[in-house]
Structures are given as structure tokens and as C-alpha cells.
């Protein structure tokens, strides 16, 4: 019983991580937040990625301390490729950095700039793996949650992470048709969410045309 009590509990805690993070990401909170206290909007995407950060330290510690029943454990040739696929996806995610703001994204940009605006400053770019898959870096997660041996906690998180990637993936592409419009619109209809699929891509021209390059 107290196993499943604990389960509960990580449910509970990771579904309230959710909400606060998706809430704290939303354009109408940030609007908000921008027109009541726009001298704060400069730092919110610093304070926002260290908010993140800590509030996952007491569900991982909750990871750690509930009761560990094994759910799964790859054998043989099995655990030969889901490691494989584990550092492939590793080293994708390594990889696409270069195709991203990241001082944009840490938030680092906004606050040397002291940018106020609410708005997200960059401009649409589709990179080489965005042209096959619009959430490489959320693919590249799913790949390393699943691709692993499983005890019941890191299970409901995997799943819990994989549900929300599957929202998330779509709350954030409301912001991105507010920024971009029809030009995200028709690269949505053109590329996979969240897996690439083979028949199913654009290649170079058209990601510079839809980007309008």
C-alpha cells in the first residue's frame, strides 16, 4: 500500500510541476506580468529556467526514496540497442544546440538587453532536424526517458514527461502561430510533432521559403 501511496504522491507532484511550468510560460501570463511589473520582465526567463530547475529537486528526491519494484530490465541485444539509441540521442541533442538561441533561451539575452517586450525575440528558423521532426529536443527526451531500465517511479515519470511533452508540445505551438501565423501553420502541415516519420519531411528550400529566406 505504501508503495502505491508514494506512486501517488510523484503523480500528484509531477502534475503540479506541470501546471505552475505551463502556466508560468503562457504569453497571456507573461503579458500580464509585462504590463504590471515590466521593469521584472528582463530577469523573468532567468528567474523562470531556475524556478524549473529547483522545484524538480523534491520530486527526484521523491524518486529516490520511494520503494524501487523493477518494472524493466533490457538483456542482451536489447540493452545493446537501447543504449545505442540512448548516446544517438545524446549526441543529436548536442548537436542541434548549434541551431539554437541559447542565450535566448537561458534567458540571458533578455536581461543583458533588458528587453521588456513579453514577446519571444527570435525570428522562425528551421533547422536541419526541425525539417523532419517540429520538437527534435522533446523526440531526443522521449528516446532517453524510454530506452532505459525501468523501476516503478522513473516509470510513472517516463510516462508523466511523455504525456506532458505531448501537451506541452501543443500549448507551445499556440504561442508560436500567435508569433508566426500562416508561415507556422504550413510548416506544421508539412512536419511531424514529436516523431519523424520517413515519408514525412521539407527539405533545405522549402525551410527557407517558409522561413521567408
Same mark, same amino acid.
Given at each position: 500500500?505504501?508503495?502505491?501511496?508514494?506512486?501517488?504522491?510523484?503523480?500528484?507532484?509531477?502534475?503540479?510541476?506541470?501546471?505552475?511550468?505551463?502556466?508560468?510560460?503562457?504569453?497571456?501570463?507573461?503579458?500580464?506580468?509585462?504590463?504590471?511589473?515590466?521593469?521584472?520582465?528582463?530577469?523573468?526567463?532567468?528567474?523562470?529556467?531556475?524556478?524549473?530547475?529547483?522545484?524538480?529537486?523534491?520530486?527526484?528526491?521523491?524518486?529516490?526514496?520511494?520503494?524501487?519494484?523493477? #518494472?524493466?530490465? @533490457?538483456?542482451?541485444?536489447?540493452?545493446? $540497442?537501447?543504449?545505442?539509441? %540512448? =548516446?544517438? /540521442?545524446?549526441?543529436? +541533442?548536442?548537436?542541434?544546440?548549434?541551431?539554437?538561441?541559447?542565450?535566448?533561451?537561458?534567458?540571458?539575452?533578455?536581461?543583458?538587453?533588458?528587453?521588456?517586450?513579453?514577446?519571444?525575440?527570435?525570428?522562425?528558423?528551421?533547422?536541419?532536424?526541425?525539417?523532419?521532426?517540429?520538437?527534435?529536443?522533446?523526440?531526443?527526451?522521449? #528516446?532517453?526517458? @524510454?530506452?532505459?531500465?525501468?523501476?516503478? $517511479?522513473?516509470?510513472?515519470? %517516463? =510516462?508523466? /514527461?511523455?504525456?506532458? +511533452?505531448?501537451?506541452?508540445?501543443?500549448?507551445?505551438?499556440?504561442?508560436?502561430?500567435?508569433?508566426?501565423?500562416?508561415?507556422?501553420?504550413?510548416?506544421?502541415?508539412?512536419?511531424?510533432?514529436?516523431?519523424?516519420?520517413?515519408?514525412?519531411?521539407?527539405?533545405?528550400?522549402?525551410?527557407?521559403?517558409?522561413?521567408?529566406?
Amino acid at each position: 500500500m505504501d508503495t502505491w501511496l508514494n506512486m501517488l504522491a510523484l503523480v500528484a507532484a509531477w502534475l503540479c510541476y506541470f501546471a505552475v511550468h505551463s502556466v508560468l510560460a503562457s504569453l497571456p501570463v507573461k503579458r500580464r506580468v509585462a504590463a504590471r511589473w515590466p521593469g521584472f520582465m528582463p530577469a523573468y526567463r532567468l528567474v523562470f529556467n531556475a524556478l524549473a530547475l529547483l522545484l524538480l529537486l523534491p520530486i527526484f528526491w521523491m524518486m529516490g526514496a520511494s520503494p524501487r519494484p523493477l #518494472v524493466w530490465q @533490457w538483456q542482451g541485444m536489447e540493452k545493446v $540497442a537501447a543504449n545505442t539509441l %540512448s =548516446v544517438l /540521442a545524446l549526441l543529436g +541533442f548536442i548537436w542541434s544546440l548549434r541551431y539554437y538561441d541559447l542565450q535566448e533561451f537561458l534567458g540571458l539575452r533578455q536581461w543583458r538587453g533588458q528587453i521588456t517586450a513579453p514577446e519571444d525575440q527570435e525570428h522562425l528558423q528551421i533547422s536541419p532536424l526541425h525539417r523532419f521532426v517540429r520538437h527534435p529536443w522533446y523526440f531526443f527526451a522521449m #528516446v532517453l526517458l @524510454w530506452a532505459r531500465d525501468m523501476n516503478l $517511479a522513473q516509470f510513472i515519470t %517516463s =510516462v508523466m /514527461a511523455s504525456i506532458y +511533452f505531448t501537451v506541452g508540445a501543443r500549448l507551445e505551438e499556440r504561442k508560436l502561430l500567435v508569433y508566426y501565423g500562416e508561415r507556422y501553420r504550413n510548416y506544421m502541415r508539412r512536419v511531424p510533432g514529436l516523431f519523424p516519420l520517413p515519408w514525412k519531411f521539407i527539405n533545405a528550400a522549402e525551410a527557407r521559403r517558409i522561413c521567408g529566406g
